[in-house]
């Protein structure tokens, strides 16, 4: 079928959804576009996820730094209105940029795009309701986000109305005494060593080792970055109960290898992950069933499994729960679902990055994957101390670790845990994406001095464990 013909029905009006509507309307396809009764918010990124959080982090960063190699006093001039202020200026600059995506959205509506600022369900293999009105479709894409994650806890329930996802704490304007945070992802990480520069104590509860999902070096390095930063890490911790004290205190029991004595706090947040938004879309009616994980199951062509015409991106697919693999993949999907065609999921990097201070960036295959995929790993690694740009930025304990195929010399995987490690990580991501060579990395050029000579520091190790002869750094 034509695209023009086609009808294509997206469902969700965050990143991915928006990205489907754009991409299916250049297509040529006829759009419904589902926004959702959050239609107002534009999506999770501006609203509540990536963009709040990274204006709230800015200005305590700014006047962690400043004060580092105290030289000078730096203080607030309100101190007691310090975090208030804060939030009244990421409202503002939120504001702003919902503002600029609601004119993007509309700017779209015409002949082949019609925006419904309201839910819809499916109730038939090509049907679709929203607010009593049936709408036809040929493909439709699943775009419906994710919420935060309330694991069965004992005790959770009774106190749940009083505790703090990434929601509440981006609004909150008092610094409390000390908070508890459950959960060692980017969101927990994140608030965590923030709330500990506001002069918050600050205790992580993790229920396994930091960053264990990655070379274990890198979630050491980054416990003790934290613990000389004030803040209190608990690792291997599995929460037993939540209760709270006539005093209005939490109280936190937790199980582990040894016993330890209930975590107490003024305030709690509970930042255990997010899980895929299916509500009352009535996937029975298109053949679908969620898995076990409350996921909807795709393949790399971002078609649901086991459909032809239903396709789903972003968060409630629950594979790569970042906003830029958002976007790729609704791209993919309303590609598809308009040509009836095949591009599929290439990317090799897929980044990820958590905004600690200093930041971690990965990219690339895991170990464990890695040698499951039959490769033979060599590695390399450097510390930020000796890159100068790095230890001037006041990062002496941060570090990078690469790994490449022992056979092949091409690089499978690249790690930083270092300051600004989100930008310094896509030189590294782009050799993997593109099968380069750690020999690549030997034969580029590296300005002194630059924060980037670390990756020039970690590819010539690399390169002389894999017989290469780098040429001549600056070492200054």
């Known amino acids: 079928m034509n695209p023009k013909n086609k009808t294509i029905a997206i469902l969700g009006g965050g990143s991915a959804g928006f990205t489907a509507a754009r991409v299916a309307c250049k297509e040529g396809a006829n759009v419904l576009f589902f926004m959702g009764d959050n239609a107002d918010h534009a999506s999770l990124c501006i609203n509540a996820g990536c963009m709040p959080s990274k204006a709230i982090f800015e200005p305590i960063d ?83 986000g994710s919420v935060a994650s309330f694991p069965k806890f004992s005790g959770l329930e009774s106190v749940r109305d009083t505790i703090w996802t990434s929601d509440e704490i981006l609004r909150n304007t008092r610094i409390p005494k000390s908070l508890a945070v459950i959960g060692a992802g980017p969101i927990g990480l994140e608030f965590a060593l923030r709330y500990a520069r506001l002069g918050c104590e600050v205790t992580l509860i993790a229920q396994s080792k930091l960053l264990s999902r990655y070379p274990a070096m890198f979630g050491e390095r980054m416990q003790l970055i934290y613990e000389q930063e004030g803040v209190r890490v608990l690792t291997g911790r599995k929460v037993a109960r939540i209760a709270r004290d006539d005093a209005g ?58 459909s032809q015409y239903i396709f789903a991106a972003g968060d409630v697919a629950g594979l790569r729960m970042v906003v830029h ?70 990062d002496d304990l941060g570090f990078g670790e690469f790994a490449a195929d022992a056979r092949t010399s091409k690089l499978i995987s690249a790690g930083l845990l270092c300051n600004d490690a989100s930008n310094l990580i896509h030189l590294p991501a782009y050799a993997i994406d593109h099968e380069h060579t750690a020999h690549q990395l030997e034969d580029a050029e590296f300005y ?27 070492d200054e």
């Open 62 to 144: 700014a006047m962690h730094h400043a004060k580092q190699h105290d030289w000078l006093i730096v203080r607030p001039k309100q101190p007691n209105e310090y975090l208030a202020q804060i939030v009244k200026w990421k409202d503002g600059e939120i504001e702003k940029f919902r503002v600029d995506r609601q004119a993007e959205i509309s700017a779209l509506a015409g002949n082949c795009f019609e925006m419904i600022r309201s839910n819809a369900r499916f109730t038939g293999a090509h049907e679709i309701e929203s607010e009593g009105r049936r709408y036809s479709f040929d493909a439709a894409i699943v775009a419906t």
């Open 249 to 306: 205190e939490f109280e936190i029991e937790t199980d582990g290898a040894d016993k330890t004595q209930p975590v107490r706090a003024e305030r709690l947040l509970l930042a255990a992950g997010r899980h895929p938004t299916l509500g009352d879309l009535n996937l029975a009616a298109v053949g679908v069933t969620p898995n076990e994980q409350g996921r909807i199951e795709i393949d790399e062509d971002m078609r649901v499994r086991g």
């Open 325 to 394: 693999h958002a976007h790729i993949e609704a791209g993919i999907a309303a590609e598809n679902a308009c040509s009836d065609g095949d591009r599929r999921w290439t990317k090799r990097s897929n980044i990820q990055v958590i905004f600690s201070d200093p930041e971690f960036a990965f990219a690339g295959l895991k170990y464990p994957a890695a040698k499951k995929a039959g490769y033979e790993l060599v590695t390399a690694t450097a510390e930020s101390r000796d890159v100068g740009k790095l230890h001037l930025a006041g």
């Open 448 to 474: 002194h001095p630059t924060k980037i000579e670390i990756i020039a520091d970690i590819g010539d190790k690399l390169c002389r464990e894999l017989g290469g002869h780098p040429f001549a750094r600056a």
